[in-house]
């Protein structure tokens, strides 16, 4: 699995000019599935987000995570993560899991976080979604298990 994280101050999905989620502060989880992804990879992923360590304290440090701020999470599944552009002047997609395989654990990893108390909200699987953010810091982080 592929994780583009970013901090945010607020995120949102559309679907057809229809906001379908939308969060204030907390991660915009972008989350690619690759062939061979289990669900242990996907409650590994989850544990270390909900944990991670990525939100200012009162000195300024990144020092606090998604739960100490009662931050929420909005999960969207990104199959271009897995992009080979390699050759050629189109990537291929080949290490990506099909949506049989990733659909499932896109939607286990989701329940995963919300499990610790995270509100989560996602995106539409397969859809052609339009997804907008306001990046806080900026912090992105990329995370591959």
Known sequence: MRVVLQRVSSASVSVEDRTIASIGTGFLILLGVAHGDEEATAAYLAKKIAHLRVFEDEAGKMN?????????????????????????????????????????LVDFFAKQLAAFGIPVQTGEFGAHMKVALLNDGPVTILMER
């Open 64 to 104: 606090r995570s998604l739960l100490d701020v009662g931050g929420a999470a909005l999960v969207v599944s990104q199959f271009t993560l897995y992009a080979d552009t390699r050759k050629g002047r189109r990537p291929a997609f080949v290490k990506a899991a099909p949506p049989e395989v990733a659909r499932p």
